[in-house]
């Protein structure tokens, strides 16, 4: 009688002096969502993320990265649903990408709201971007860190952009989420939305005229192979990336494997953020002076310039500052106005 009493006791003992770590059902690997690989500074974090994961939890959790959304057939706004569903264990998302599901992530789309860094940084390590952090939160998915894929310039295949009226009838290639329909339409231009895999052969066989992104994916992806032979540096909108967990694996870890698996996001972020703005800056134009190394002919617009873009512009960003919520929108605006 007394013997199976002992034997409970001292396996009960046992579990309590085993480590947290050890008594979570830790999966062997865990799926990691990117768009870009490693040729891009979007899979190079991704890459130190499951690098730092690996070194800070003792590899206990490994990470194994699968870009080009392979994880759901390169539909790119399908991930943050694959997430919440998932599919997908940990993601670092595009803020285009998941504004279909979370429609305050269209702030950052709004048509000239961030004229540079300073105001990109005002709002993702600000109020602003707490907030966004708990909308995201509220859908499920626990948000960890900010990354960056970096400011979208447009280019083309027909002529130096430096008016709205030389977009004029452009065919343009753009991202899944109909503020940039709205955008380029009323610019004139004629907007298609594809993926970024299907975008490279319209580009390639004149179906499309132009496309916009970051430099960086410009430079990356070989977009002036593509017949691209201008590109146009107004900064009308930037995409910031945002380093994500799934709620039941996040929940499976041990409150030490949480905090380490988010001190690497936040670590891998900032890399991440220094690697896409790296030749792009005031200080350092290295980047922009490589692409017209390969023929293109870069075309930097002045404020004036760019005004005039931003006033054809602004009924698309009254419109969708109701849709992202018009309280967002002004402390954003305000945050921006008092940046330092």
């Known amino acids: 009688m007394y013997r199976p009493l002992f034997a409970l006791a001292a396996a009960a003992a046992l579990v309590l002096s085993v480590p947290a770590h050890a008594q979570q ?16 500074p979007w899979g190079k974090g991704g890459e130190r993320w499951a690098q730092l994961v690996k070194e800070k939890t003792e590899g206990r959790i490994n990470i194994k990265m699968y870009p080009g959304t392979s994880l759901v057939a390169g539909d790119q706004t399908r991930e943050f649903t694959a997430i919440r569903q998932g599919v997908i264990d940990l993601a670092i998302g595009s803020s285009i990408n998941w504004s279909p599901q979370v429609k305050e992530l269209n702030l950052f789309s709004l048509p000239f709201l961030m004229p540079d860094y300073r105001a990109l940084d ?7 971007g707490k907030e966004l952090f708990k909308v995201i939160e509220k859908n499920g998915v626990v948000p960890l860190a900010w990354g960056e894929n970096g400011y979208r310039e447009v280019s083309n295949s027909k002529r130096e952009i430096r008016t709205p009226a030389d977009m004029k009838g452009m065919k343009f290639r753009v991202v899944g989420s109909p503020l940039f329909n709205d955008t380029f339409t009323a610019l004139g231009a004629n907007p298609t939305q594809m993926s970024f895999a299907d975008a490279q052969p319209a580009l390639a066989s004149g179906a499309v005229d132009g496309q916009e992104n970051p430099v960086s994916v410009f430079l990356g992806a070989k977009i002036h192979s593509l017949g691209q032979k201008y590109l146009t540096v107004w900064g009308y909108t930037a995409d910031p990336l945002i380093f994500v967990v799934n709620r039941k694996v996040w929940e499976s870890w041990s409150k030490a494997d949480q905090e380490a698996v988010r001190a690497a996001a936040i670590q891998a972020g900032k890399e991440e953020i220094a690697l896409a703005r790296k030749g792009l800056t005031e200080s350092d134009s290295s980047l922009y002076k490589e692409v017209e190394g390969l023929g293109v002919k870069v ?13 054809l512009t602004q009924p698309v960003y009254d ?5 992202v919520g018009t309280g967002l929108v002004k402390k954003a605006e305000a945050d921006i106005a008092a940046r330092k």
């Open 25 to 40: 059902k830790y999966q062997p690997e865990y799926r990691l969502s990117t768009v870009l690989g490693t040729a891009f």
């Open 122 to 128: 005002a709002l993702t390590q600000g109020e602003v």
């Open 299 to 311: 075309t930097r617009l002045t404020p004036a310039e760019v005004g005039e873009f931003k006033k």
């Open 319 to 323: 419109k969708w500052a109701k849709t």
